[in-house]
């Protein structure tokens, strides 16, 4: 059976121009049987039948207090979960959420190239980058650092780019557990020229392999 993966786009704040880029580029990554929404309805629904849940450049209050429940309950016991970009400017009202994705925006300086480090190649997310990335992004801050909680995959160069504001330890894109899921989340994502770089759709697809206990593309295709 093709696992299956729901991807929500619903905002309520400011809506990224990239988003429809960014679930092409998901249905684009093979394997997966891949629904897109913007409908909380389908939250508020058992969320077993998938193997994670992506929040693809969400913004605001998105959720109803029945999918909220369906949500922490679908992660708690071992769903996946994806947040990018703009999921961490979403549910701010809601004190699990900024758990579950490990921080919250802040604020971000111009649209500019930068260079991403990569401090743990490890992972499938970021095992097929170059130990620095350059990239062109938003470069998001955030209200504290997750370091301690989350497992920190790559951290923005600051002295790459104008306007940071976490100096040094600036994570970036990040992995933790919660209860018996995972979370994956990446800062990146903001244009739609991101979604058709072949380097970017490789670190979102090992990111939501990994989240979904999925093989990777490799692996896959080496199995097939």
Not at 98 to 113: I, K, V, Y
Not at 192 to 215: K, V
Request: with cysteine.
């Amino acid at each position: 059976m093709v696992p299956r993966l729901l991807v929500y786009t619903r905002t309520t704040a400011y809506r990224h121009d990239s988003i429809p880029a960014g679930v092409a580029a998901v249905r684009a990554l093979g394997g997966l049987d891949v629904t897109a929404t913007e409908d909380p309805a389908a939250l508020e629904e058992p969320l077993g039948r998938y193997a994670a849940v992506v929040f693809l450049s969400t913004s605001g209050e998105v959720l109803t207090p029945a999918g909220r429940d369906r949500l922490a309950r679908y992660v708690d016991s071992g769903g996946g979960f994806v947040g990018v970009h703009a999921a961490a400017c979403t549910e701010e009202e809601w004190p699990y959420y900024g758990t579950l994705l490990g921080a919250r925006f802040a604020r971000h300086p111009d649209l500019q190239p930068g260079k991403a480090v990569i401090e743990d190649r490890g992972h499938p997310a970021t095992r097929h980058l170059p130990a620095v990335w350059e990239f062109t992004d938003e470069w998001y801050d955030f209200r504290t650092n997750p370091r301690g909680t989350v497992r920190v995959l790559a951290r923005a160069d600051e002295s790459s780019y104008d306007g940071g504001g976490m100096g040094e330890d600036h994570p970036l894109v990040w992995c933790r557990e919660q209860g018996a899921g995972r979370v994956f989340y990446t800062a990146l994502g903001h244009t739609a020229e991101a979604f058709g770089d072949p380097d970017f759709r490789a670190h979102l697809s090992g990111g939501i392999r990994w989240a979904a206990r999925l093989p990777e593309a490799a692996d896959r295709e080496a199995a097939d």
